[in-house]
């Protein structure tokens, strides 16, 4: 949304790269999988010891916590749209997320996933009914922009963002672990594969259609995203021109993300560190059957809606940043690390990479280091990059 605030479609570009590597490290989770059975923490703890696992741990939890911190941001501005106070809203959406996952089965949680996804087709009408330039929108999707724009710091900033914070590290572990407790076998990897090209296919679809519809609406007006209520204003094409629905469907929508990332984040993190160590994991367990699992799944719900109403507003800048700088270290390591894996025929088997998958997946690792190591020097020195 702040991509097409800031610069219209001069950011559409991104989208092509974007899904090609969100497909090819999400396949290779993917494979892993289903070859293997094992998540990736199981992997990594087995190939590479303890020591580098802890160390992985450390920081994908730091990483998902200030991920989760900004979700339950998000549920608050949402709700705060409908005047309901964060001391409201936070500890009552904490304890929903907290029993679908507790006290649901993975089928009737994955469902209720499913189910929430299709509001986001809410965006692509949006971004039909704002009628921008589709002619100058599809352009800008296949070529890069003016010359010009790459002087621009806050742009670098903006176009470095876009891509760094599309392959994020919780999401490998997520996928492989979700995978690996369904029991999903390698005879089915073709379906999985499937799965994992539509899945990455809409992900970026929608956001094609966010950034057409904030780039024909507030770039436009020349409005900028400082808040929720800002943000809202994109949707107005839908209720012709009626601000005060447009910010009610964007609370929906708004609520409806930030709730599903408020489940899946620490749902990664407690996969990740339960089979780190060889713990008893899965969703359909109970306390009494993977109590370390569930508890810390429970705690980082708790303590991520305890820092939004306990940590003042103006002192959150420092959190949200983290995920910049901790993430960009992280995720190099495990791209790296996945690829090893991923070459191993004593893991794999006649699954190995092939030259062409290789080829693309130490593309998509090097631009994605590049992009990351940037992604840490804007955070660390913003004035480098425009920023204050």
Same mark, same amino acid.
């Given at each position: 949304?702040?991509?097409?605030?800031?610069?219209?479609?001069?950011?559409?570009?991104? *989208?092509? #790269?974007?899904? &090609?590597?969100?497909?090819?490290?999400?396949? *290779?989770?993917?494979? *892993?999988?289903?070859?293997?059975?094992?998540?990736? +923490?199981?992997?990594?703890?087995?190939?590479?010891?303890?020591?580098?696992?802890?160390?992985?741990?450390?920081?994908?939890?730091?990483?998902? !916590?200030?991920?989760?911190?900004?979700?339950? @941001?998000?549920?608050?501005?949402?709700?705060?749209?409908?005047?309901?106070?964060?001391? &409201?809203?936070?500890?009552?959406?904490?304890?929903?997320?907290?029993?679908?996952?507790?006290?649901?089965?993975?089928?009737?949680?994955?469902?209720?996933?499913?189910?929430? +996804?299709?509001? !986001?087709?809410?965006?692509?009408?949006?971004?039909?009914?704002?009628?921008?330039?589709?002619? =100058?929108?599809?352009?800008?999707?296949?070529?890069?922009?003016?010359?010009?724009?790459?002087?621009?710091?806050?742009? *670098?900033?903006?176009?470095?963002?876009?891509?760094?914070?599309?392959?994020?590290?919780?999401?490998?572990? !997520?996928?492989?672990?979700?995978?690996?407790?369904?029991?999903?076998?390698?005879?089915?990897?073709?379906?999985?594969?499937?799965?994992?090209?539509?899945?990455?296919?809409? =992900?970026?679809?929608?956001?094609?259609?966010?950034?057409?519809?904030?780039?024909?609406?507030?770039?436009?007006?020349?409005?900028?995203? %400082?808040?929720?209520?800002?943000?809202?204003?994109?949707?107005?094409?839908?209720? $012709?021109? $009626?601000?005060?629905?447009?910010?009610?469907?964007?609370?929906?929508?708004?609520? %409806?993300?930030?709730?599903?990332?408020?489940?899946?984040?620490?749902?990664?993190?407690?996969?990740?560190?339960?089979?780190?160590?060889?713990?008893?994991?899965?969703?359909?367990?109970?306390?009494?059957?993977?109590?370390?699992?569930?508890?810390?799944?429970?705690?980082?719900?708790? @303590?991520?809606?305890?820092? &939004?109403?306990?940590? #003042?507003?103006?002192?959150?800048?420092?959190?949200?940043?983290?995920?910049?700088?901790?993430?960009?270290?992280?995720?190099?390591?495990?791209?790296?690390?996945?690829?090893?894996?991923?070459?191993?025929?004593?893991?794999?088997?006649? !699954?190995?990479?092939?030259? @062409?998958? $290789?080829?693309?997946?130490?593309?998509?690792?090097?631009?994605? =280091?590049?992009?990351?190591?940037?992604?840490?020097?804007?955070?660390?020195?913003?004035?480098?990059?425009?920023?204050?």
């Amino acid at each position: 949304s702040q991509a097409g605030a800031q610069y219209g479609y001069s950011l559409l570009w991104t *989208m092509i #790269p974007i899904t &090609i590597s969100l497909i090819v490290v999400q396949e *290779m989770c993917a494979r *892993m999988g289903a070859v293997t059975g094992k998540g990736l +923490s199981d992997l990594i703890r087995e190939e590479f010891g303890l020591r580098l696992t802890f160390l992985v741990m450390v920081a994908l939890v730091v990483v998902n !916590y200030t991920n989760v911190v900004a979700e339950f @941001i998000g549920i608050a501005g949402s709700l705060q749209l409908f005047h309901v106070t964060k001391f &409201i809203s936070v500890p009552l959406c904490a304890a929903l997320v907290w029993y679908m996952v507790v006290r649901g089965s993975y089928k009737s949680t994955e469902k209720i996933f499913l189910v929430a +996804s299709v509001v !986001y087709i809410a965006y692509i009408f949006a971004g039909v009914l704002s009628q921008p330039s589709w002619h =100058t929108a599809l352009l800008a999707t296949v070529q890069l922009p003016e010359k010009s724009v790459w002087r621009d710091k806050l742009y *670098m900033y903006t176009a470095i963002g876009v891509v760094g914070t599309t392959i994020a590290p919780w999401m490998q572990f !997520y996928q492989q672990s979700a995978i690996a407790d369904k029991g999903i076998k390698v005879e089915y990897l073709r379906y999985e594969r499937i799965d994992t090209y539509v899945g990455a296919f809409l =992900t970026d679809f929608v956001a094609f259609f966010i950034i057409v519809c904030t780039g024909a609406t507030l770039f436009v007006h020349h409005i900028q995203i %400082n808040e929720a209520k800002d943000a809202a204003l994109a949707l107005a094409p839908l209720v $012709n021109g $009626n601000g005060q629905i447009a910010e009610i469907l964007f609370g929906i929508g708004l609520l %409806n993300a930030s709730l599903m990332a408020a489940s899946v984040l620490p749902l990664s993190t407690a996969y990740s560190v339960a089979e780190a160590f060889g713990w008893e994991r899965g969703v359909s367990r109970s306390f009494k059957e993977a109590p370390q699992f569930l508890f810390l799944y429970t705690f980082i719900i708790v @303590i991520g809606a305890s820092t &939004i109403l306990f940590v #003042p507003a103006d002192r959150l800048v420092f959190v949200l940043n983290l995920p910049n700088v901790v993430g960009g270290m992280l995720l190099p390591l495990v791209l790296v690390l996945m690829l090893i894996l991923c070459n191993d025929r004593r893991l794999m088997g006649r !699954y190995v990479n092939g030259r @062409i998958r $290789n080829g693309v997946a130490w593309v998509t690792t090097v631009v994605m =280091t590049i992009l990351t190591l940037l992604i840490i020097l804007s955070t660390l020195f913003p004035r480098l990059f425009g920023g204050s």
